[in-house]
């Protein structure tokens, strides 16, 4: 099928698929005059790349792990692709653990803007100076 049935099917942008093609994720054949042709199992893969996309994990990263689909009888692959899996999963935990605490740097600054704004409302209005 054509890139833009895959599209379709897939809900991924043409411009997506080709990036995807540029990055070695996935391959398609060409016609005589030059338009990509996909095989459903290029469509089973592009749905298996959104989801690592989905994940979190970079183009590099699912270049790495795709060949434990291409080769799944292969221990050592299922190893190398976990270990990765985990690193990943220990790297959104850290970028969890810098949300947080940037989140409660913020929140020191909205109780410090809360006082301020607090003071501000009390405060009496200034008297016009006669000129």
Request: glycine letters at 6%; proline letters at 5%.
């Amino acid at each position: 099928m054509r890139i833009g049935e895959v599209s379709q099917r897939t809900g991924v942008s043409p411009r997506s698929l080709r990036y995807y093609e540029e990055q070695g994720l996935l391959t398609s054949t060409r016609s005589g005059t030059g338009q990509r042709h996909y095989s459903d199992a290029e469509v089973q893969r592009v749905s298996l790349i959104r989801q690592l996309f989905d994940a979190g994990m970079s183009s590099q990263v699912i270049a790495t792990v795709l060949p434990c689909v291409d080769i799944p009888g292969d221990l050592g692959v299922a190893e190398e692709t976990f270990t990765l899996m985990m690193l990943q999963r220990d790297r959104i935990d850290a970028d969890i653990a810098h949300l947080i605490e940037t989140r409660n740097a913020l929140d020191v600054l909205i109780k410090a803007n809360s006082r301020h704004r607090a003071t501000l409302s009390t405060a009496p209005e200034p008297v016009a100076q006669p000129t």
